[in-house]
């Protein structure tokens, strides 16, 4: 199929010189002359929608990092349509171009299919946004902070300070929680007390801590409330909102403060027990 191709491509080059040559050497210069005229036409007017491509991204929400990559493809369509302008004006069947560049993209697609895939998906989070340079996301069992969105691969970099570069493709597919959008976020945890304790004291210390926190927002209120009937120990629910940068200072502050409280009122933290009775 591609010598079929590049044969009627060979035809259609030769019937555009002699269609060319057709008005002798004069016809031939000013036809020449009139494609290279637009030529530079289709230059300026290339380099002038770039230019408002540029200030359109600047003044745009788009990541950087995409910028390269939405100005090269842009230039290269523009390319193509000046080379198929231009190859017009000189006679040349513009339909067997394309046929061979398609021809040629193709076999280029078929060798290159993960990157193509890894493509797609930079240009899925282009369209989404789902997260921007400096959030801390999970994405599928990967939490980090975003340092890089490339159109290939995204790079995180993790608490403990590992760099894991994560294919577009993967992240297109999974699923992405982003903790960083957000400026509120809520703590959340089980604190355990025994049955022995009563119910509202246990309550009124854990939404005293909370109160009493600086960081931990009246507005939604804090909540302490007897969640579950546990095998050992009574389980509350203690739920307390705060600044999304505050978030993991107010987790284990409240975590420190609580069995501090607990020991100076008595409340014990019990521990899975089992009792075990011998029949003589």
């Not at 797609?120 to 989404?128: E, R, V």
């Amino acid at each position: 199929m591609t010598e079929i191709d590049t044969e009627s491509l060979s035809e259609s080059v030769d019937q555009g010189l002699k269609a060319l040559f057709r008005g002798g050497w004069e016809g031939a210069l000013k036809t020449v002359f009139f494609a290279l005229l637009v030529l530079v036409i289709c230059l300026i007017v290339k380099r002038v929608v770039l230019r408002i491509l540029d200030r359109g991204l600047d003044r745009g929400h788009v990541d950087r990092s995409f910028h390269g990559f939405i100005r090269s493809g842009l230039n290269v369509v523009l390319w193509f349509i000046t080379i198929m302008i231009v190859a017009e004006l000189l006679g040349i069947n513009a339909t067997s171009l394309v046929a061979l560049v398609s021809i040629a993209g193709l076999a280029i697609s078929l060798s290159v299919q993960d990157t193509l895939a890894n493509l797609a998906g930079g240009l899925t989070i282009l369209a989404t946004h789902p997260f921007k340079v400096g959030d801390y996301v999970v994405i599928g069992s990967t939490a980090g902070t975003i340092r890089e969105i490339g159109m290939v691969y995204t790079k995180l970099t993790t608490l403990d300070n590992r760099r894991i570069v994560v294919p577009n493709s993967i992240v297109a597919d999974a699923e992405v929680t982003n903790y960083t959008t957000e400026p509120l976020r809520r703590v959340d945890l089980v604190i355990s007390a025994s049955y022995e304790a009563p119910v509202e004291l246990v309550k009124k210390t854990l939404q005293g801590i909370m109160d009493s926190h600086e960081k931990v927002l009246m507005d939604p209120p804090p909540f302490a409330r007897l969640n579950n009937h546990g095998e050992s120990s009574l389980e509350y629910a203690v739920r307390a909102w705060c600044e999304n940068a505050d978030y993991w200072d107010v987790y284990h502050d409240l975590l420190e403060q609580i069995k501090e409280a607990f020991d100076r009122e008595g409340i014990s933290i019990p521990y899975p027990q089992m009792e075990v009775s011998i029949k003589k």
